[in-house]
């Protein structure tokens, strides 16, 4: 009989487990807003500050796994919970202008998510001129 209770147990927790996992597996669609971020001119040392627009076009939740920059002075803030269909949240990124050149600024943005094609690009623009 308890071997019998520990079986039916461990089907229902494994079903669940896997009704989470095909969640994830879906695919969605997303939307950005503006892909392209145009900072204009800023001085060197000044940091820019990015938001990009992301909104779940698809049926299923859209799940952000990472977002990888181009260069080590751009950091990303990506929503941790999944976002509902229909939904809108903000991607945050910030280019520190004292770890780039001057002149002409061209940073990107690689989102990986549950989408298809699973990579979505934004960009961040701009003219960084000598203080």
Same mark, same amino acid.
């Given at each position: 009989?308890?071997?019998?209770?520990?079986?039916?147990?461990?089907?229902?927790?494994?079903?669940? $487990?896997?009704?989470? $996992?095909?969640?994830?597996? %879906?695919?969605?669609?997303? $939307?950005?807003?503006?892909?392209?971020? =145009? +900072?204009? &001119?800023?001085?060197?040392?000044?940091?820019?500050? +990015? /938001?990009? /627009?992301?909104?779940?076009?698809? =049926?299923?939740?859209?799940?952000?796994?990472?977002? %990888?920059?181009?260069?080590?002075?751009?950091? +990303? =803030?990506?929503? &941790?919970?999944?976002?509902?269909?229909? =939904?809108?949240?903000?991607?945050?990124?910030?280019? %520190?202008?004292?770890?780039?050149?001057?002149?002409?600024?061209? /940073?990107?943005?690689?989102?990986?998510? %549950?989408?298809?094609?699973?990579?979505?690009?934004?960009? @961040? @623009?701009?003219?960084?001129?000598?203080?």
């Amino acid at each position: 009989m308890r071997v019998l209770f520990f079986v039916l147990i461990s089907i229902a927790i494994l079903s669940c $487990e896997g009704n989470k $996992e095909m969640e994830v597996g %879906n695919k969605t669609s997303m $939307e950005v807003d503006n892909p392209v971020f =145009d +900072a204009g &001119e800023v001085l060197k040392g000044e940091m820019i500050t +990015a /938001k990009f /627009k992301i909104t779940n076009t698809g =049926d299923f939740p859209l799940y952000i796994a990472q977002i %990888n920059a181009s260069c080590s002075c751009t950091v +990303a =803030d990506k929503p &941790e919970e999944p976002i509902s269909p229909g =939904d809108s949240e903000e991607i945050i990124a910030h280019v %520190n202008t004292d770890k780039t050149g001057t002149g002409i600024l061209n /940073k990107s943005l690689r989102i990986t998510a %549950n989408t298809s094609p699973s990579l979505t690009q934004v960009r @961040i @623009i701009g003219n960084v001129l000598q203080k």
